[in-house]
């Protein structure tokens, strides 16, 4: 059984195509800033919110996709969403959590004095 793509109705395929074009872009825009951002604390922040923004952009896409093709409600996604908005979040903040004591410990090993920023924003400190 293979769905019928060209009786999809226009309402559906508007908003369809445009929540995937932006959170195609969104993930995109996030893992340009993954690349390019020349810290680790400013390099975690692109992944952790643009991958729970895209994602649900996403998401959504094939909330409404699949409800529309099966004509039935299916919320599958849901699962998936609250998935990631529970974890993406936790697991970003422990990651720099963990750099964070990792810097401060190097620090101390090191002898350095400790001023009173927490970590350095410059690559080569």
């Known amino acids: 059984m293979s769905p019928d793509f060209d009786n999809l109705p226009l309402w559906v395929s508007l908003p369809v195509t445009l929540l995937l074009v932006l959170g195609s872009l969104i993930v995109l825009i996030g893992a340009i800033g993954l690349v390019r951002l020349p810290h680790f604390f400013q390099r975690i922040h692109g992944p952790a919110i643009t991958v729970t923004l895209g994602a649900g952009c996403i998401l ?10 099966q004509s039935r ?30 810097d401060l410990r190097a620090r101390r090993r090191d002898g350095k004095t400790e001023s009173n ?8 400190e």
């Open 117 to 124: 920023e927490v970590y350095p924003f410059s690559p080569d």
């Open 60 to 69: 959504i896409a094939s909330m409404v996709f699949f409800t529309a093709l």
């Open 73 to 102: 409600l299916v919320i599958h996604e849901l699962l998936i969403t609250a998935f990631i908005l529970l974890t993406a979040p936790v697991v970003a903040m422990l990651i720099m959590r963990t750099a964070v004591y990792r």
